[in-house]
Structures are given as structure tokens and as C-alpha cells.
């Protein structure tokens, strides 16, 4: 059974950077597309970015475009998260999710808040 462990979160300004990391195991992640997600408080969880199984094509919220950046590297089993120019509307928990042809893990969530 798949387990995903994220981290790298914290407190950081606005303006400010951080990278996630999503580290699986008990799975290889090459035949898993993976994404992040992120719950804000009193908000529904929202898509964040995606990136394929060979991670060719990936794709972004409207909200992060430009900012943030998913990689893959499958050979550490791990997903990561670039996040650039933060803003205080990015502060929320941030998931990993794995998805192969519909069967679903979700890591616990590591918490990011950017301040003013």
C-alpha cells in the first residue's frame, strides 16, 4: 500500500518561496500521475498542479500559473512543489495525491502560511 509524506512547509512573508516535497513509499511513483492540492480554512480542497507519469505534461490553477512549478523525480519516489512569489491567498494545507487509472492516496497535508 502506497504512503505519501509531505513537508516543507512553514510561515513565510509574502514575496517569499518554499518547496514542497511529497515522498512516497510501500509503491513506485512512475505509474502514479500526481498532484497537489491545498484546503484553505472554511474552503473547499482546490486543485493546485498536476504533472504526468513521465512528466511531460503538467498543468496549473489559474491562481498559481507563473508562480509555482510541480516536478517529479521518480528515481528518489519523490513529487515537488516550487512555490515562487507567495502571496497571504496561498496560505492552506497542502496535499499530495497519487492517481493510477483511478485508485487514489492522499498524503496528510503539510501547512503553508505566507503573511503580509
Known amino acids: 500500500q502506497m504512503r505519501l509524506v509531505e513537508s516543507g512547509g512553514g510561515l513565510v512573508l509574502a514575496g517569499g518561496s518554499l518547496r514542497l516535497s511529497c515522498a512516497a513509499s510501500?509503491?513506485?511513483?512512475?505509474?502514479?500521475?500526481m498532484g497537489w492540492f491545498r484546503q484553505a480554512p472554511g474552503k473547499e480542497r482546490e486543485f493546485v498542479a498536476g504533472?504526468?507519469?513521465?512528466?511531460?505534461?503538467?498543468d496549473y490553477a489559474d491562481s498559481v500559473k507563473g508562480r509555482f512549478s510541480i516536478s517529479r523525480d521518480n528515481a528518489k519516489n519523490t513529487v515537488y512543489l516550487q512555490m515562487n512569489s507567495l502571496k497571504p491567498e496561498d496560505t492552506a494545507l497542502y496535499y499530495c495525491?497519487?492517481?493510477?487509472?483511478?485508485?487514489?492516496?492522499w498524503g496528510q497535508g503539510t501547512q503553508v502560511t505566507v503573511s503580509s
Open positions: 495525491r497519487a492517481n493510477n487509472l483511478g485508485s487514489v492516496t
Open positions: 510501500g509503491r513506485n511513483l512512475r505509474n502514479y500521475a
Open positions: 504533472i504526468s507519469v513521465n512528466g511531460g505534461n503538467t
